[in-house]
């Protein structure tokens, strides 16, 4: 099974950038649909971004769509998040995810069936 590890969280002021990156190992990164979640206190996880396996189909929540940038580097195994324009309403613990089983996945987190620990974002105002 792959591991992940999120990395690159942090506190930023509202209008800010922060890149999220999520370094997988022990599994087969170039074949795996991978996704962006995250979760608010008191909220259900929500996808935030998910990618196909070559990188060629993305999705975004409304919420982010113009401000964030889902992107993988399958030779590095590693897949990031770039987030500009950062409101308070994006802070939350944010997680990388992989579905194993598939190139292409949707956006429940029943999809994924492997999951980083977890990256706070917080974004003052």
């Known amino acids: 099974q792959v591991q992940l590890v999120e990395s690159g969280g942090g506190l930023v002021q509202a209008g800010g950038s922060l890149r999220l990156s999520c370094a997988a190992s022990?599994?087969?990164?170039?074949?795996?649909?991978m996704g962006w979640f995250r979760q608010a206190p008191g909220k259900e996880r929500d996808v935030v971004a998910r990618?196909?396996?070559?990188?060629?189909?993305?999705y975004y929540a409304d919420s982010v769509k113009g401000r964030f940038t889902i992107s993988r580097d399958n030779a590095k195994n590693t897949l990031y998040l770039q987030m500009d324009s950062l409101k308070p309403e994006d802070t939350a613990v944010y997680y990388c995810?992989?579905?194993?089983?598939?190139?292409?996945?949707?956006?429940?987190?029943?999809?994924?069936?492997?999951w980083g620990q977890g990256t706070q974002v917080t974004v003052s105002s």
């Open positions: 990618i196909s396996w070559s990188g060629g189909s993305t």
């Open positions: 995810a992989a579905n194993s089983r598939a190139g292409y996945s949707g956006s429940s987190t029943r999809n994924y069936d492997s």
């Open positions: 022990g599994g087969t990164f170039s074949t795996y649909a």
